[in-house]
């Protein structure tokens, strides 16, 4: 059984991380490089794998844990309390980062789905499910969601779009927001990639990586388990795959079929950083990536609160009135790399600039914890 800290879980999660960081801070959203950008609708980049990716991650880190919890004797009460107080923690810092730096609480201003928020919520119904299910009805409940919202994508009518309208305003979840989340602001006026239907299919998301979570936990070889998980991957890439003739890939409505592909390719790669950090124990090479994974919240939150500062401070002398943000990119990257090098290299030097300031609270043993 998996005691110790599992190294190649903080890897993946850092990977993650890092990748987040990268993909949300192009010196100018003129010039990033298509895989580097999400699919405008249906399909896929390899930017479209970082937010799964991470909900995976978090679904074994469940497993994990919550485990330790109740093999030390908490009761369940105490183990509730502390997810729903981490979810709360969570969501705040979701609608924080939303709101910074002007905190307008006009509900016309105020964005209520997001990143964090989604986070939240699917960390809150997957670590209840966790506790409360044995693993067969947990499988079941996954399967239920992910088919009941594919037959109500597909067959309920919204209203002036009719049945099976994917499309960006004319499908059930973008309805179902504009109803429910009238008044306020959605990402994309009139839909929101991490709204509220497509909520239950990003939980499925994370239950998958609950039970990579109980592979782990299996009383086998690591060896064994290393295929074990590098075969689900396989199985659920190629089911997804063929899903998508039917329920296209979509990271905005996060479709069921989207959910078993990209949680088949969080099964691949995770299999093979267990297989190299905690099989192989090449652990030298995971540390940049050990850095950001341990402070996995707090780099991405502060991150974003650093990118919104800079694009809020002016340069006045500048002859477009720059932000601090385009000042730096146009005045060091574009010269030193071009238009679309320079963007891509002033995104990898943040995310160094951000290795950096993480390796200090590496060094100082500072991890925050919610």
Not at 89 to 117: C, D, E, M, T, W
Not at 135 to 140: E, G, Q, S, Y
Request: charge should be positive.
């Amino acid at each position: 059984m998996i005691e110790k800290r599992l190294y190649s879980l903080d890897v993946f999660r850092g990977l993650t991380i890092a990748g987040m960081i990268l993909v949300n801070n192009p010196g100018s959203w003129k010039y990033v490089y298509s895989p580097l950008r999400h699919a405008e609708w249906h399909g896929w980049t390899p930017t479209d794998l970082i937010f799964p990716f991470f909900l995976f991650i978090m679904g074994v880190a469940i497993t994990l844990s919550l485990s330790k919890r109740k093999e030390l004797g908490f009761p369940q009460s105490k183990i509730i309390y502390k997810i729903i107080k981490r979810s709360l923690i969570l969501f705040a810092l979701g609608i924080i980062l939303h709101l910074y730096p002007f905190y307008n609480f006009q509900l016309s201003k105020l964005r209520i789905p997001g990143v964090l928020q989604r986070i939240s919520l699917c960390y809150f119904f997957s670590a209840i499910l966790f506790l409360k299910l044995k693993p067969k009805n947990l499988a079941i409940i996954t399967g239920f969601i992910l088919i009941g919202y594919y037959l109500s994508m597909t067959f309920i009518p919204v209203p002036g779009y009719g049945a099976g309208n994917l499309n960006p305003e004319g499908n059930l979840a973008s309805y179902i927001d504009r109803f429910v989340f009238r008044g306020t602001r959605l990402w994309k006026g009139t839909w929101d990639p991490e709204g509220i239907l497509s909520t239950f299919p990003a939980v499925t998301t994370t239950i998958l990586g609950i039970f990579a979570g109980l592979i782990l936990k299996d009383n086998r070889k690591d060896i064994e388990k290393f295929l074990r998980m590098l075969l689900t991957g396989i199985s659920l890439t190629v089911s997804g795959y063929i899903f998508s003739f039917f329920f296209p890939i979509n990271k905005n409505l996060w479709t069921s079929s989207y959910v078993l592909f990209t949680g088949g390719l969080a099964y691949i790669f995770f299999s093979l950083c267990f297989l190299l950090f905690d099989f192989f124990k090449l652990r030298k090479l995971g540390i940049p990536f050990v850095i950001f994974g341990v402070n996995p919240i707090a780099v991405y939150f502060l991150s974003g609160i650093i990118t919104k500062t800079l694009l809020l401070i002016k340069i006045k002398s500048s002859p477009e009135n720059l932000s601090l943000y385009s000042w730096i990119y146009k005045s060091i990257f574009v010269p030193l790399a071009g238009n679309m090098n320079g963007s891509l290299l002033f995104a990898l030097s943040y995310v160094l600039f951000w290795l950096a300031i993480m390796s200090v609270f590496y060094r100082l043993k500072i991890f925050i914890k919610i």
